[in-house]
């Protein structure tokens, strides 16, 4: 099964402007993902680096 990892910008992305089509479209390119990973599709990659940087 393919693994994804997924930083803090994709994990963002619904919060910024979507006004500008680049952001929107990558907003949901995120949600399609998220949406595969739900599913068990894809099986996401966590790392304590995504864990420091929220910290």
């Not at 930083?7 to 390119?29: G, M, W, Y």
């Amino acid at each position: 099964m393919l693994r994804v990892y997924l930083d803090n910008c994709v994990f963002n992305r619904p919060f910024d402007d979507q006004s500008q089509i680049r952001i929107k479209l990558e907003t949901e390119a995120k949600f399609y993902i998220q949406a595969l990973i739900k599913q068990r599709q894809l099986v996401l990659i966590w790392s304590y680096i995504l864990e420091l940087e929220n910290a």
